[in-house]
């Protein structure tokens, strides 16, 4: 399991943008795969955004496509989610995770994924 910590969450008007980071720790980042998932209150966790450890394609929610980008530094240990067009519905507190290292499949379910942030609240103001 790997300690992750996100920021950059915040209060910000409907139309705008954020940009979240998620540090890792540890000397193996880059051989895990990184996801995001966001709560709202009174609703279940869910899928947003995963980017796998061996590259290649992206895997959205079609709720954030053509909004939100997923993206990785493996030199700085950390996972950005950078948030465009945010409207009140994104407004929740948004998690990162990591499944077991090496592992690039069921990125987009919640069961993939054994080591989790704290959170930090997004809020987007109509």
């Known amino acids: 399991q790997v300690q992750l910590v996100e920021s950059g969450g915040g209060l910000v008007q409907a139309g705008g943008s954020l940009r979240l980071s998620c540090a890792a720790s540890?000397?193996?980042?880059?051989?895990?795969?990184m996801g995001w998932f966001r709560q709202a209150p009174g609703k279940e966790r869910e899928f947003v955004a995963a980017?796998?450890?061996?590259?290649?394609?992206?895997y959205y929610a079609d709720s954030v496509k053509g909004r939100f980008t997923i993206s990785r530094d493996n030199a700085k240990n950390t996972v950005y989610l950078q948030m465009n067009s945010l409207n009140p519905e994104d407004t929740a507190v948004y998690y990162c995770?990591?499944?077991?290292?090496?592992?690039?499949?069921?990125?987009?379910?919640?069961?993939?994924?054994?080591?989790w942030g704290q959170g930090t609240q997004v809020t987007v103001s109509s």
């Open positions: 540890g000397r193996t980042f880059s051989t895990y795969s």
């Open positions: 995770a990591a499944p077991p290292r090496l592992r690039n499949y069921g990125l987009d379910q919640m069961k993939s994924y054994d080591s």
């Open positions: 980017t796998p450890w061996s590259g290649g394609m992206q």
